[in-house]
């Protein structure tokens, strides 16, 4: 029993020191504008690029819809089909990780930001993605010129 208990507690302790620091892998950039501006002039560039959105998704009226205020904060999905597919192709479970994600948000200063994880860090995560993928090159050149487009 004492050899349950030290073993359950060595995993509780250990586990908490393993946890792993991802933020180093979440670009954040200042933004130009506000938040649905900076959304749009996102959507309206990608959209001319060729890229697909598939969604823009409200968190702040979603919070507000419940009595509560997160400030304004938008998730835009979007992708290209010709660039997932290969990344899919290599491994399956990629689908989790697309399409792109770009979180716009105001932060607790009131400050638009522009946050999103490098492709690397999420598709690297799995077996099947190579860190040299191509795909991976273009996704993460992809979200820095838009990005960079709406950011200070």
Do not use: C, W
Not at 122 to 140: F, I, Q, R
Request: net charge negative.
């Amino acid at each position: 029993m004492k050899m349950l208990i030290a073993l359950a507690l060595s995993l509780v302790l250990g586990g908490t020191a393993m946890a792993e620091d991802h933020s180093k892998d979440i670009v954040r950039k200042a933004a130009k504008a506000g938040v649905v501006e900076t959304v749009d002039q996102l959507v309206a560039t990608m959209e001319g690029a060729g890229l697909k959105i598939f969604a823009r998704i409200d968190h702040g009226a979603g919070a507000q819809s419940i009595g509560e205020d997160v400030g304004a904060s938008q998730l835009l999905i979007f992708g290209n089909p010709k660039v997932g597919t290969p990344a899919i192709k290599d491994d399956r479970i990629s689908g989790l990780f697309l399409p792109l994600k770009v979180l716009v948000y105001e932060d607790a200063e009131g400050k638009t930001m522009i946050a999103y994880e490098t492709p690397k860090a999420n598709l690297g995560k799995l077996g099947g993605v190579s860190e040299d993928a191509p795909y991976l090159a273009v996704m993460t050149g992809a979200l820095a010129k838009f990005t960079d487009g709406v950011a200070e």
